[in-house]
């Protein structure tokens, strides 16, 4: 798998840490409830160790056995690859959740203070493993098998019902407090992601180059983008030329930057910040 680099697993395994960190830190000792998979393995462990009168921390564990049937069934969806660098990273996740301390009371003054910095870590977490390619399984898994078979649905539609019916559950067996400060936490979290991960956010990008062919080849094949050639001709000079135009990701961008450096150091190249796509396009938030 072309993603599964040195460079790309340490952004995973920081991403992770770093993610991990908020939630025992900030997000449980304040009695909130993050997203997604992580959100319901607090709830199930919450219920089974009211149940049972367990003592002992069983989110992790339950976390780890939520994601093991979507790791079998997603095997022929996604192949063994992708499922493998999930698996990896889920792993890892349940043993820094197990072992990283959780303090016995609040580390700051209040709960919305917890709430803000709790949300931001996690969101900031949570894109470097994005950054990486990785995805940290749970909902993030679910949304993409489900979109691979049924094309309407998104990966963030999944997240939004998933989490909805967190929340409110959260919200109905304790308190509509500890909704609303869930809420707040993961309405940071969402704009951490939306900050600064790059995977996610879309650029239109012009290249004029009296080496058009090399850029098409690398949009298409090195970036598996599409791209479009316009006949244009100069304003000063009057000579006609070629714009190639596609629609990247800021971090495609990056690459393809890069790589002009190589091409055609000469080359004229521009972009249009905050993209909007309609129809046919790849968003890939993972590996």
């Known amino acids: 798998m072309k993603h599964l680099t040195p460079k790309n697993l340490m952004l995973c395994l920081m991403g992770s840490l770093i993610y991990c960190i908020a939630f025992n830190t900030f997000i449980v000792p304040a009695h909130?409830?993050?997203?997604?998979?992580?959100?319901?393995?607090?709830?199930?462990?919450?219920?089974?160790?009211?149940?049972f009168h367990i003592r002992i921390n069983l989110q992790p564990i339950v976390y780890f056995c939520l994601d093991v049937p979507l790791f079998l069934i997603?095997?022929?969806?996604?192949?063994?690859?992708?499922?493998?660098?999930?698996?990896?990273?889920?792993?890892?996740?349940?043993?820094?959740?197990?072992f990283i301390p959780i303090p016995d009371h609040m580390v700051l003054d209040n709960v919305f203070a917890m709430a803000v910095v709790g949300g931001c870590l996690e969101g900031i977490g949570t894109s470097i493993t994005f950054r990486g390619f990785g995805s940290s399984?749970?909902?993030?898994?679910?949304?993409?098998m489900l979109t691979e078979k049924y094309r309407k649905l998104s990966?963030?539609?999944?997240?939004?019902?998933?989490?909805?019916?967190?929340?409110?559950?959260?919200?109905?067996?304790?308190?509509?407090?500890?909704?609303?400060?869930s809420l707040v936490a993961e309405a940071f979290a969402s704009i951490m992601i939306d900050r600064y991960h790059k995977q996610n956010n879309l650029?239109?990008?012009?290249?004029?180059?009296?080496?058009?062919?090399?850029f098409i080849q690398f949009i298409n094949v090195k970036l598996d983008r599409g791209a479009t050639v316009i006949d244009a001709k100069g304003a000063w000079s009057g000579k006609p030329c070629k714009v190639v135009v596609a629609v990247l990701s800021e971090y495609e961008l990056g690459l393809l930057?890069?790589?002009?450096?190589?091409?055609?150091?000469?080359?004229?190249?521009?972009?249009?910040?905050?993209?909007?796509?309609?129809?046919?396009?790849?968003?890939?938030?993972s590996a």
């Open 32 to 51: 909130m409830y993050s997203s997604g998979f992580v959100g319901i393995s607090q709830l199930v462990a919450g219920g089974l160790a009211s149940v």
């Open 203 to 214: 650029v239109t990008v012009n290249i004029i180059s009296e080496h058009n062919e090399a």
């Open 155 to 181: 990966v963030g539609r999944v997240n939004l019902a998933v989490n909805a019916c967190v929340y409110l559950f959260a919200g109905l067996r304790y308190s509509l407090q500890t909704a609303v400060y």
């Open 74 to 98: 997603g095997l022929k969806i996604l192949g063994k690859a992708s499922i493998a660098f999930t698996f990896l990273i889920v792993l890892v996740e349940t043993l820094f959740m197990n």
């Open 257 to 285: 930057e890069k790589e002009a450096e190589t091409i055609d150091p000469a080359a004229f190249i521009f972009s249009n910040p905050r993209t909007s796509v309609f129809g046919e396009f790849e968003k890939r938030l």
């Open 137 to 144: 399984g749970g909902t993030d898994l679910l949304g993409m």
